[in-house]
C-alpha cells in the first residue's frame, strides 16, 4: 500500500495566499498533523469544475452512485490511491459519470524505512509550507465528494528512504496547476503533468516511533528525532 497518513498543519490564510483561491466554507478547515486513511477523513481539495476555490473531499473515492456507507466499500475495495497509469480503467470509472480532476492540499506525508527489524517512519514535507498532489474525484448523488491520490514509482528522496514499496504520490508544480484542473486536458498533456513535480524540492526526517505502534497525536509528533544509523535528507 502507498501512502497511508498525510499532514496539513498550514493555517488557513496560509493555504490561500499561497494558492490563490479561498475556502468555500473556511470555518470547517481545521489544521491536522496527522490525516489517518483508516478514517473517514476529510481533504482540503480543488476540483477541476470549481477551479477558483477549495473544497473538502474525503479520502478514498466512491461510485457517485455509491449509497452505503464509506468503511463498507474500502473494507472491500480501497480507493485511497489510483496508479496513473491506470486512470480510466479502474472499477470506480467504470461506474461513476462525475469523475474529475482534483488538487490536494497537504504540508507533508509519511513513508517509512526498514532496516535491521525495525520499521522508522519518516516525515516528507516541503519546508511546512502547503503543496499539491494529483487527485482524481467524484461528487455522490447527495453532494458529497470522495477522492484518490495518483500514484507513480518512487524518485528523488522518497525512492531514497522508502524501502518497503515502490511508489510515491504524484506532486503537482504550482504552474501546473490550472492545467491539471483542465477538464479537456489531452491524454499526451496528461502524461507530462505527471512529472510536473519532479523538481520541487522535498526534505525528510525521521520522527518517533509512536506514530506507528500507538496511534496517538502530540505537540511534537512532526519533530526530527535522532536515531543511530539513520539519515536525515
Not at 474500502?74 to 470506480?92: D, P, W
Not at 504540508?107 to 526498514?114: A, D, K, R, S
Not at 527489524?117 to 516525515?123: K, T
Request: proline share 5%.
Amino acid at each position: 500500500m502507498p501512502i497511508r497518513k498525510l499532514s496539513n498543519t498550514a493555517k488557513i490564510d496560509l493555504i490561500e495566499s499561497e494558492l490563490g483561491r479561498k475556502f468555500e466554507h473556511p470555518k470547517l478547515y481545521r489544521p491536522n498533523q496527522l490525516i489517518d486513511s483508516r478514517n473517514e477523513e476529510s481533504l482540503a481539495i480543488i476540483m477541476s469544475d470549481t477551479p477558483s476555490k477549495i473544497s473538502f473531499g474525503i479520502w478514498g473515492m466512491l461510485p457517485d452512485d455509491f449509497k452505503s456507507d464509506w468503511e463498507d466499500y474500502q473494507k472491500v475495495y480501497s480507493t485511497l490511491h489510483v496508479r496513473y497509469k491506470n486512470l480510466g480503467q479502474n472499477e470506480i470509472a467504470n461506474h461513476s459519470t462525475t469523475i474529475q480532476n482534483c488538487l490536494i492540499i497537504v504540508t507533508g506525508f509519511f513513508i517509512h524505512h526498514y532496516k535491521d527489524g525495525e520499521l522508522y517512519p519518516y516525515y516528507v514535507h516541503a519546508q511546512q509550507k502547503p503543496f499539491c498532489l494529483a487527485g482524481i474525484a467524484t461528487t455522490l448523488d447527495d453532494g458529497f465528494i470522495t477522492c484518490a491520490i495518483l500514484v507513480k514509482e518512487a524518485y528523488g528522496i522518497v525512492d531514497k528512504i522508502q524501502n518497503m514499496n515502490s511508489l510515491t504520490p504524484v506532486i503537482m508544480d504550482s504552474v501546473c496547476y490550472d492545467d491539471w484542473l483542465d477538464p479537456h486536458i489531452t491524454d499526451d498533456a496528461l502524461k507530462h503533468l505527471i512529472h510536473c513535480g519532479n523538481d520541487i524540492h522535498l526534505l525528510a526526517h525521521p520522527i518517533a516511533k509512536e506514530l506507528f505502534k500507538k496511534d496517538i497525536q502530540y505537540e511534537s509528533m512532526l519533530d526530527p528525532v535522532a536515531y543511530k544509523s539513520l539519515l536525515d535528507y
